[in-house]
Structures are given as C-alpha cells and as structure tokens.
C-alpha cells in the first residue's frame, strides 16, 4: 500500500470515530468526509479564534480544506465502471437575512454547494431540505431536519453517497445462517457471505485484517477484526491512525477464506459533544465569530451537528450514504453547563431581595425547616 504515514484525513477519520466509540453499545458508522466538507464550509467564513478553534477540529487549515475540496470534486469527475460515488452540499439561509458575497462565492467555487434563500417560518421548510437530500442521497436518508426553530438562520448540509459493485462478489449460493458474538455479549444470527479466493490480507497477535476491492479497484473496503470479542469502545487502540497505517502498509496477497455478515444499518449522531471534546467548543458558543458569513457578525453560533449514515453490504456490494447537518441559530448558547443537583437537605440561607437595588427584604438562616 502507498500509505506510510497518517494523513491529516486519516488522523482526523480516526480521532472522529474514536470520539463516538465510549457512548455507543452497538454500532458506529460515520463519514468523516460528509462531516468534514459540512465543517469546512463552516470554516469559510469563521474568523479568529473561532476560525482557530474549527481548524484544530478539522486538523487542516481553512483554506487548505477547501483546496482539498477542490481537488476531490475534481477527481469524482472520472469514476470506474460499477463505482458511483456523490457528494452534494447545500447552504439554506432564513430569507430575510443576508450573506456575504465572498462567502457565498467560497461554498459555490470550493464547495460546489448550492446556496439558497428559504423562509423558515413555512410550514414546507423542513421538507423542502428532506426532499433535497432524499434526492442527494438516492433515497437512502429521507428526512434530515424535522424542524426549524425561530431562532435557526442557516442550515449547511453535505450529502454523500456511495455504491460500489466488488470486483469479485460473493456467490449467493454459499451465504449461510452464522453466530455472530455481539459487543454487547449476546450471540444473534446473521447472514453469512463466504469465499475462498485470493485476498489482500494481513494478521498478528492482534488483529486480522483484510482489503476488499471494488470494481477497477480505486476503492475498497478494509476490514479488520480483533483477536477475540471487544466491545464497541475497545476498539480505541486500533482506531489510531498509526495502527490503521500499520494494517494497510503490512496487507499482502495470500490464499484464504472470508466469512462476512450481510450489514444493513442506519445510525443517527448529534454530534455536538464529540466536537466539542474535539476543539470545537468555541464556535458552539454566543462568543463564536462567523462574521464572514454575514454582512456584519449578527451573533450566530453553531447550535446543532447532526449526522446520519446507511449502510448495505450484499454479496454484489456496498451501498452507503451520509447526511450532516450544521445548524447555525441566535440566542441561547447550547454550550450551556451541565444541569446541576442541588438537594436542598441541611441548614441554608435565604434571602428575599429586590432585584434594582440588591436589597435584602428579609434575610435568614434555616436550621430546621420543621420547627414552628
């Protein structure tokens, strides 16, 4: 493999999924690609510490991210016979605001996004943006935002998709019944594919791991497969980027057999938390600056990441796509304290006091509420 050391996509891909990996019992599916394009047209027009706090969060400078947003547009122009691969983003701003031109020109030319005005007061608003990445999607996500509050003001969507037929499928015919040990601790019953064949392989004392091309073989799935059962969360260590570029540089042609489940999957993420953990914390605030979005800096933060995946692996391929939604608001910050616990249960003091002065009416100690 050509990958020797972690690239900045790979670094943040893994520092994204591990992120997830502690609140989950079953299953974590992300894109790091739809999450990342959503965030670097946020980045855009961020300025300051809050363009700063975006770029620790993404690993890449803005203006770096959106090269690279160039260039992968660019490379999806020429795909493979039997690999379909789309990504589309969209930017939705309440109507009575304005956006500032060369912030609208950054999402067109970098982001290849679509920039619309919509009045969010309407009723067929959050349709409006399902229908737009129902179509974006292939049908895979239908419905994205169920609704839009008053103090929302801009909506920025990227949608990926991904169908990809192998190179060589599995036989039908040989898919069985199979245990499958969850994380959990259960055993359940899948459908397994099977094929004795040639593969990319490589193993250890830790891992197995192996590389599933698709057709023309630009793409691939990579699989890898602990010694013994894990939960979700223990898969920390081999979520590192060094360990991924290990497994990739040490695959190998070998002769094998591969036992794999059918998937078919959704999974749904607010994605605020782990942003947060992640640099983030400062665009989630009242104190963030988009002042280059807007004409003048109208208070606006990030007040919801939401990310919602599919995913279908059958014996003729892979089917996956991504929806992430950055909702940006004004108002109350959702980066607000934790909510607190206060049980009133030993002696207190109270004081009764008008608010224009700060003077106390009556003030007290209370050492035992019963007594009369």
Same mark, same amino acid.
């Given at each position: ?137 292939? %049908? ?28 060589? *499928? ?95 999957? %959704? ?63 004004? %108002? ?27 003077? *106390? ?12």
């Amino acid at each position: 493999m050509a990958v020797v050391v972690p690239t900045s996509q790979l670094t943040f891909s893994c520092r994204f999924l591990r992120q997830l990996l502690p609140r989950e019992q079953d299953n974590v599916f992300v894109s790091p690609a739809s999450v990342g394009l959503a965030l670097g047209m946020v980045a855009a027009g961020a300025q300051g510490s809050t363009l700063a706090a975006l770029e620790q969060t993404l690993g890449i400078d803005a203006k770096l991210a959106a090269n690279r947003a160039e260039r992968l547009f660019a490379s999806l122009k020429t795909l493979p016979p039997g690999v379909t691969v789309e990504l589309a983003n969209s930017l939705w701003a309440r109507s009575e605001l304005t956006l500032s031109r060369r912030y609208v020109a950054a999402v067109r030319e970098s982001y290849r996004g679509e920039v619309r005005s919509l009045d969010f007061k309407l009723a067929s608003a959050p349709t409006i943006v399902n229908d737009w990445v129902s179509r974006a999607t292939h %049908g895979q996500i239908n419905s994205l935002v169920d609704s839009i509050d008053n103090a929302t003001v801009l909506l920025l969507i990227n949608a990926t998709y991904f169908h990809g037929r192998w190179a060589s *499928p599995f036989d039908g015919q040989q898919t069985i019944d199979h245990e499958f040990a969850t994380a959990s601790g259960s055993v359940t019953q899948v459908r397994m594919m099977q094929k004795s064949a040639s593969f990319s392989y490589m193993d250890d004392s830790d891992v197995q791991a192996i590389h599933l091309p698709y057709k023309q073989g630009r793409f691939h799935l990579l699989v890898v497969l602990p010694r013994g059962r894990l939960s979700t969360a223990a898969f920390d260590t081999i979520a590192q980027p060094e360990s991924m570029v290990r497994i990739l540089a040490s695959l190998r042609e070998r002769e094998g057999f591969l036992g794999l489940p059918r998937l078919r999957l %959704g999974y749904t993420a607010d994605l605020v938390p782990e942003l947060a953990e992640m640099g983030m914390e400062l665009a989630l605030t009242e104190d963030a600056d988009f002042s280059g979005i807007f004409d003048g800096n109208v208070g606006a933060f990030i007040s919801r990441v939401l990310h919602k995946t599919r995913l279908e692996i059958d014996e003729q391929g892979t089917t996956a796509a991504a929806a992430t939604l950055v909702e940006m608001s004004l %108002g109350t910050s959702i980066m607000a304290p934790a909510p607190f616990e206060m049980i009133v249960d030993r002696p207190f003091l109270v004081a009764l006091i008008e608010s224009e002065t700060d003077l *106390p009416l009556f003030i007290g100690v209370i050492g035992d509420p019963t007594a009369r």
